[in-house]
Structure formats: structure tokens, C-alpha cells
């Protein structure tokens, strides 16, 4: 991300969730009466619930997060040795609609959290967009995540990559298509070095970091030996 400046979209489908923008997350059955049964309510249900797969199928997001110090994403994103990225998100907004060509340019969404058994109803809570597309489990809650969204996309001089194991396919499915929107370096205001990095790797990604943004703040992660969290210590 920092050696090549810039984001990963991934297809709504493609997410380590199931129940992630799932249009089972709507309540289809409570269909409003029609003059003579037309169109008939089971059609009307049938309706619904392709619209949002089709939603779904189309949609291309970018997952961020408005914390960097979580326990839990340190430890099941990379085991402490990897690194957080921390975006100005105005200069990122700007930099996506500069190079997209698409249906609907990029915007920001604030996912919320809460159990299934609070599903609107389809047909009479009007659901929007944003309710299939940012609304997760409440075990998720910790990551605070912060969504990017846009529908087919196509950027301009912009990366696209097809996963290594589908290189041998005759057909391969449009929605394993990661798109790769470039940014400018004051999208970048900061990197945070996880607690257990290799020197290596440290050494390389703030050179990486510092080439492409002279002014980017580095962090290195500690553990506080008061508390069971982390603090940041700036090194440059």
C-alpha cells in the first residue's frame, strides 16, 4: 500500500463475513396489500430480495477503521508484526473521484453495529442502501469500521488484480476483481509499527513511508505495563 500509494476494493461478496451485506438482513415478508393481488406478493418478495443480491453483487467497498490501537485487529490482522496506515480521508475522497469512471464515485460510511433480529422491514421501514452496505454483528463492533463504497468502479491508470489462483481459469468471476484506486502522498498522514515487527520490515516501510511522504508521523506500537492496551511512542 505504501510502496504502490494506494487502496484495496473488494467486492461486497468477498468479504470473511457471511452475514456481511447480505440482503438476508432485510425483512421481506410483510407485503403490502395490491389492487387484485398484482403483482402477486410472492412476486413482490422475490423482487426484493434480487434487488439487494444485485446490490450486493455490484458493490465494491474499502474497509477502514477509526481506531489503531485495537488488541483484537493487531492480533488476528497480523500477530503484532505488521503495520496500521492512518489516512487523511478528505485528500483520499478527493484523489478517488479524481480518477474514477464509474456509476457512482466513492463515499464514506460509518457501519453500524446491532443484532439481526433488528432487520427493518423492506417494504415499510424503507430501508436504505446504506442499511445492507454498513450494518454488521455486534461481535464486530471493537473494529469501528469506516467503509468506502462504490458501485462497478473503474479508475483511470488505476491497478486491477485477479488472485494468483485464478490466472488459469478460462472464466473468472467479475466480483474477484480487487480494484486499485492510486492516492497522493498527503493521504498519508501516519504509520504505526506493530509491536512484534521485524527490524527488517520496519526498516523498509519507513523509508517506503518517508519517500512518499516527507512529512508522515511514524509510530512505533508498545505494550503499557499498567493496563492490558497499547500506546504509541513516535520515533520520527
Request: charged fraction near 25%; charge should be negative.
Given at each position: 500500500m505504501l510502496e504502490h500509494h494506494n487502496l484495496q476494493f473488494t467486492?461486497?461478496?468477498?468479504?470473511?463475513?457471511?452475514?456481511?451485506?447480505?440482503?438476508?438482513?432485510?425483512?421481506?415478508?410483510?407485503?403490502?396489500?395490491?389492487?387484485?393481488?398484482?403483482?402477486?406478493?410472492?412476486?413482490?418478495?422475490?423482487?426484493?430480495?434480487?434487488?439487494?443480491?444485485n446490490l450486493r453483487n455490484s458493490t465494491w467497498i474499502c474497509c477502514l477503521s477509526k481506531v489503531y490501537d485495537s488488541l483484537l485487529m493487531w492480533?488476528?490482522?497480523?500477530?503484532?508484526?505488521?503495520?496500521?496506515?492512518?489516512?487523511?480521508l478528505d485528500a483520499v475522497l478527493?484523489?478517488?473521484?479524481?480518477?474514477?469512471?464509474?456509476?457512482?464515485?466513492?463515499?464514506?460510511?460509518e457501519v453500524k453495529y446491532r443484532d439481526i433480529h433488528q432487520k427493518p422491514d423492506y417494504f415499510n421501514d424503507l430501508p436504505s442502501w446504506n442499511d445492507l452496505l454498513t450494518t454488521k454483528a455486534k461481535e464486530w463492533e471493537h473494529e469501528?469500521?469506516?467503509?468506502?463504497?462504490?458501485?462497478?468502479?473503474?479508475?483511470?491508470?488505476?491497478?486491477?488484480?485477479?488472485?494468483?489462483?485464478?490466472?488459469?481459469?478460462?472464466?473468472?468471476?467479475?466480483?474477484?476483481?480487487?480494484?486499485?484506486?492510486?492516492?497522493?502522498?498527503?493521504?498519508?498522514?501516519?504509520?504505526?509499527?506493530?509491536?512484534?515487527?521485524?527490524?527488517?520490515?520496519k526498516d523498509k516501510i519507513i523509508k517506503a513511508a518517508k519517500e512518499l511522504n516527507p512529512e508522515i508521523k511514524i509510530y512505533q506500537m508498545t505494550i503499557d505495563p499498567e493496563a492490558f492496551r497499547l500506546t504509541e511512542k513516535i520515533i520520527s
Open positions: 467486492n461486497a461478496t468477498k468479504f470473511n463475513d457471511p452475514f456481511d451485506c447480505h440482503p438476508a438482513l432485510f425483512d421481506y415478508s410483510n407485503v403490502p396489500v395490491t389492487q387484485n393481488n398484482w403483482p402477486p406478493a410472492d412476486f413482490l418478495k422475490h423482487k426484493g430480495k434480487n434487488d439487494m443480491e492480533a488476528y490482522y497480523s500477530c503484532h508484526k505488521g503495520i496500521c496506515i492512518g489516512l487523511n478527493r484523489c478517488c473521484q479524481r480518477k474514477f469512471l464509474g456509476l457512482m464515485y466513492p463515499y464514506p460510511a469501528q469500521e469506516v467503509r468506502l463504497i462504490t458501485k462497478d468502479p473503474y479508475w483511470i491508470h488505476a491497478g486491477r488484480d485477479i488472485p494468483k489462483e485464478l490466472y488459469e481459469e478460462d472464466l473468472i468471476d467479475g466480483k474477484e476483481i480487487r480494484h486499485y484506486p492510486p492516492l497522493s502522498g498527503d493521504c498519508f498522514e501516519s504509520v504505526y509499527l506493530g509491536v512484534n515487527i521485524f527490524h527488517k520490515d
